[in-house]
DNA sequence: GCTCGTTTTTGAGCTATCGCAAACACCCTG
DNA sequence: CAGGGTGTTTGCGATAGCTCAAAAACGAGC
């Protein structure tokens, strides 16, 4: 097993609280593995019997109904942890985890939760503190999808994407991972059509520049305008 | 300030794995209060002053957007808490919490938080728990939204209504709080009079009895049926 | 450099649902 | 028990976005 540098992860939320020289007896208890690119490293329903910090790449948790569509629940950046089902008392995955590109993550076994909990407190803490972070941004996206139409819900996606995994780039700001239209409509609940459509829009007018699984803003602000604009405010 | 027993909350999640004798100690810092029917708790963006444990009533949590839109995020049910903002380290409340009917919560200063977790650590692990279901239940909703048409919304809502709130009756289950189709549709991303059209006709065929904030499931089943079919299974 | 599979684009019609408007029913109050 | 306010029903037109379909662009591998 590979030793992990505690320097490397030291300042993340998660271990926010805990000494230095504890940190080393919790990363003790993980060992580390690579993923790569379209790999799944869970399935939805899964015995969920390890959780994840992700080091390296990008992965996508994705939920999938009994008929087969799928949505996006998030996508996972370098520092944050996935896979937390038996944090909350989940016996099984409630979705599957794609690694979007190649990626590397530390992995603990699921039994190790309670004990790393007891000894550290903190640990609880921190999780909690994530855990209700996504839970507020959940609500926020029931709220856009109750109240919104597509093409904000797009542009508050990509602006998301933007802030979380953005690459500035002269010509503005590429989401630095392989994402597909399909993608976006299922981050947003509408179809892949739909939003090649609106991206085919906004290109023409110089908002973005994009590619085969591959966006750039060129005009954020742009895009933060059509956002917030109001459901009728039409266009010219 | 009244006195709480201590028998009536023991039993709740929130305070599994707290001794008996402990118990008293955690809610002496507690104090109780009534809200009548329709009066606000906390108003969103207010600061978190305290959070809640719900004893008799129900509340609703609903957020609203900038321009005046609502969602309901939840409603609460008695041995529920609300109010958790400082749990997850937000200093405001994100949403509003209104009383739906006459209602009785315990009260905690946000400010005793940290010292009864440190001195309790089960009640981080019991709330991390409680905001983790929450957050599946919350992904489930945005997946309904993305994938199922407004009838099999409505119906899967009535149902988790039901399971949750639910006063068996001979004639059926009533949801036991006044509930408008306004809120229905706030719960399903969809407008009064789709709700109200959506009942109508479920009245018809003998699958509900409804009034004015007044719902009850005559053939739960049926509408167990509704909520699960696909999309495109027409009726007659 | 060509081939194959995947992703993207675009068209055209269709429809579930919205938005508006008006009438109606119910409940509480005085 | 009449009045006023809130919640509900229903009709009708408008439309955003879906579905189906097909072509085009792109990238990877041979």
Chains 1, 2 share one sequence.
Do not use: C
């Not at 993340?12 to 020289?21: H, I, N, Q, Y």
């Not at 569509?69 to 016996?91: N, S």
Request: proline fraction near 5%.
């Amino acid at each position: 097993m590979a030793k992990v540098d505690t320097s490397l992860v030291a300042h993340l939320p998660l271990f926010g609280g805990v000494k230095p020289e504890d940190l080393d007896e919790i990363l003790r208890e993980a060992r580390s593995a690579r993923y790569p690119k379209n790999s799944a490293i869970f399935e939805q329903g899964a015995d969920a019997q390890s959780f994840f910090l992700l080091l390296h790449g990008h992965v996508r948790a994705a939920k999938t109904t009994p008929t087969g569509e799928q949505i996006v629940v998030r996508y996972v950046a370098p520092g944050e942890t996935f896979g937390l089902a038996m944090a909350i008392g989940a016996a099984r995955y409630p979705a599957t985890a794609i690694a979007v590109d190649d990626s590397v993550a530390l992995i603990w076994p699921t039994s190790a939760w309670p004990r790393l909990v007891e000894r550290f407190p903190s640990l609880a803490a921190n999780t909690l503190q994530t855990v209700g972070t996504r839970l507020q941004e959940s609500h926020t996206r029931i709220l856009e999808m109750s109240t919104q139409q597509v093409e904000q819900r797009v542009a508050h996606a990509l602006l998301r994407l933007a802030k979380q995994s953005g690459k500035k780039l002269d010509r503005g700001i590429e989401i630095d991972f392989p994402i597909s239209r399909q993608d976006i409509a299922q981050m947003t609940g509408t179809t892949l059509h739909t939003v090649s459509r609106i991206l085919s829009g906004w290109e023409q007018q110089g908002l973005v520049e994009s590619g085969r699984q591959r966006i750039i803003l060129r005009d954020p602000h742009g895009i933060v305008v059509l956002a917030e604009r109001s459901p009728d405010s039409g266009a010219a």
